[in-house]
């Protein structure tokens, strides 16, 4: 499919994508590219919609438009991701941070006292959740578990191009060993995705996001949050908070397991969605 300018290239994308895509998110996907590649705003690309790109440009959208057909995410495409006003690289080694993690973080953000915290995030991924937490949090020492090596190499490169120290450790959130070191805050976005759940999901999310981040056994929904939250009951500071992003379908029940290991003040959060997608707790001795 042959295309020169803006205009072209984003009439194209619209008669190759529409029966996979909403109308809407192709345009994303165009202005996504353009941002990427020219650092164009949405009025750049109205004011130059006739100009004409250059031979890497087009072969880049090219070879995109090849990968969005075969339902490869746009982020994965770019290499890169925003979260709470930050950029993260993003490969198929780790999962794309989504909108209702925001949230989870902006709450945490939220809760903050004036004394500097210690943050622990577990299962850190891209590292987005103790590095947007440092940037906005005065004070905070923070680190980042992942049993993925390939998640912590990202995460530590995440943490360069934001310019902040975090500490990332390799570590199995279903085997953490017992530890001296207390916290103020631990959170977590957790596998919580059933495999009977796989039906349910997007074709791009399960054919290119790492399943290991993903999915748990449908006889153990709560695998993780357990283990987590044994832990955390122990190694958090008497007044220090837990906080989870959870499976919609099991916010009772992840409540339940907290409130029986010890965990005060448990509230169930919705999203902007209006779905029960956070969870948090205090140890209060």
């Known amino acids: 499919m042959e ?46 919609g006739e100009e004409e790109l250059s031979a890497g440009t087009l072969g880049f959208c090219q070879d995109a438009l090849g990968k969005l057909r075969q339902h490869v995410p746009i982020q994965y495409i770019l290499g890169e991701t925003e979260f709470y006003g930050l950029r993260f690289k993003v490969s198929n080694s780790v999962l794309i941070p989504r909108p209702e993690t925001e949230e989870l973080v902006h709450w945490i953000i939220e809760e903050a006292n004036a004394e500097p915290l210690s943050v622990l995030d577990i299962g850190t991924g891209t590292g987005c959740i103790p590095i947007t937490l440092k940037k906005n949090i005065l004070g905070a020492q923070v680190e980042g578990w992942d049993i993925s090596d390939e998640a912590l190499l990202m995460a530590k490169e995440n943490a360069e191009l934001n310019q902040v120290k975090v500490a990332f450790y390799k570590q199995d959130a279903l085997n953490i060993p017992e530890i001296d070191q207390q916290f103020d805050v631990i959170v977590s976005n957790p596998p919580y995705v059933l495999n009977k759940e796989k039906v349910l999901m997007k074709q791009n999310v399960l054919d290119n996001e790492p399943h290991l981040a993903l999915f748990v056994p449908d006889a153990e929904p709560l695998l993780f949050y357990k283990s987590i939250s044994a832990f955390a009951i122990k190694n958090l500071k008497p007044g220090g908070k837990l906080y989870f992003e959870i499976n919609e379908a099991y916010g009772k029940e992840t409540v339940e397991m907290m409130e029986h290991l010890g965990f005060k003040n448990v509230e169930l959060r919705k999203d902007l969605f209006d779905k029960y997608r956070m969870v948090r707790g205090v140890k209060l001795r």
């Open 3 to 48: 295309f020169k300018t803006i205009n072209q290239l984003s009439a194209a994308f619209q008669e190759a994508l529409s029966d996979i895509y909403p109308a809407e998110e192709i345009r994303n996907f165009v202005f996504f590219i353009m941002e990427y590649l020219l650092g164009y705003s949405k009025v750049d690309m109205l004011m130059k």
